[in-house]
């Protein structure tokens, strides 16, 4: 890839979540005008007052763009984890929960749903249980005091059966008029309380899990060789595992403690974009991580408009995702890259 062509990408990946951000603020079961939104943002940016009634302004600054935001964040933070995830295991078809974390999350949630009945505590223990999961599987991981990527994966196979036990048990002993249908309505995913406080509490974690995975990217190429071919190359193979599941664990943590468990998005997302600049990870994470924006907001989106009621997240990604995956498997004949 050539210089103009990398600033042509580069450029893209910008300005394309920038741009389903803005067509977002118009699109709905209650439309509102470009010249309106336009008009909407430039007082909100420039302080100035503003004429219009206060139903546009409440719809387009304080539902939609929050939304919006925010879903441009959980994708990409899912989709950027599930491409280091792929490299540093050197197998296409695990995701961003491979080590548990989405199931602690969902456990962790669905615990404080059942204790605390409010929202901030509800993404503190999601966002912990989420840690902790990953947490056991490289200490399971870690039982030969060597962490090879199998054991890694059987970690985190084992920790998700744990929690997704749990998160039954949780369901079973919750009280079934109030506490099992938020239950059962996080762990499906939805972006449809999403407020700018939100963006506060979990951007930081997935920002820092952004930058991350982006300013390592390169060692992720080294990683995917092997640890033999990466210590030839003189990188430390344990701190830079580490550095790579730290930061894809603290994007992913981040995301499904305000958007609950969106499943499909950091496997399928990776793959369109290996599909798009190939396997290089220097290219491949920025595209992941925007073309992951661009289609959360654009499946929310879909899952507002297509029926009267909102429809979950979950459940719109599966339904991609599934036909997807068996492309995927057909494709690769279900061996590797």
């Known amino acids: 890839m050539n210089k103009t062509n990398k600033k042509i990408l580069y450029v893209s990946l910008v300005l394309g979540p920038l741009a389903f951000i803005f067509i977002t603020l118009f699109i709905g079961r209650y439309p509102v005008s470009i010249p309106v939104v336009a008009q909407i943002l430039w007082c909100k940016f420039t302080f100035s007052s503003c004429n219009l009634p ?17 879903g441009a964040l959980v994708g990409g933070s899912l989709a950027v984890s599930g491409a280091a995830f792929q490299g540093l295991f050197r197998n296409p078809l695990v995701s961003s929960g491979i080590l548990g974390v989405t199931s602690g999350a969902g456990f962790g949630a669905a615990l404080a749903i059942i204790l605390f009945h ?7 223990s999601a966002f912990f249980f989420g840690g902790l999961a990953v947490l056991l599987s490289f200490l399971i991981g870690r039982v030969y005091n060597t962490t090879p990527v199998i054991m890694l994966v059987l970690g985190g196979t084992i920790v998700s059966s744990v929690f997704s036990a749990l998160i039954s048990f949780t369901k079973y002993v ?14 499906m995913g939805s972006l449809a309380s ?42 430390n193979t344990k701190v830079n595992k580490g550095i790579v599941i730290v930061c894809a664990t603290l994007a992913t943590a981040g995301a499904v403690c305000v958007s609950g468990i969106i499943g499909w998005v950091g496997l399928v997302i990776p793959h369109i974009g290996r599909m798009l600049v190939g396997n ?20 929310d989106n879909l899952g507002r408009i297509i029926t009267g009621s909102e429809i979950p997240l979950g459940i719109l990604t599966a339904l991609v995702g599934g036909p997807f995956f068996v492309y995927l498997l057909k494709s690769t004949k279900g061996g590797g890259w």
């Open 54 to 70: 206060d139903i546009y302004q409440t719809l387009v600054w304080d539902i939609r763009m929050p939304r919006a935001i925010l």
């Open 118 to 124: 409010a929202t901030v505590p509800i993404y503190i």
């Open 174 to 187: 919750a009280d079934p008029t109030n506490e099992l249908p938020s239950i059962v309505f996080w762990l």
């Open 194 to 235: 999403a407020r700018y406080q939100d963006i506060v509490i979990a951007g930081i974690p997935m920002l820092v899990g952004i930058v991350g995975l982006v300013a390592v990217r390169w060692r992720i190429n080294v990683l995917s060789m092997g640890d033999k071919e990466a210590h030839t190359l003189g990188i």
């Open 280 to 299: 290089d990870n220097r290219v491949l994470i920025p595209t992941s991580l925007a073309l992951g924006a661009c289609f959360l907001i654009l499946v």
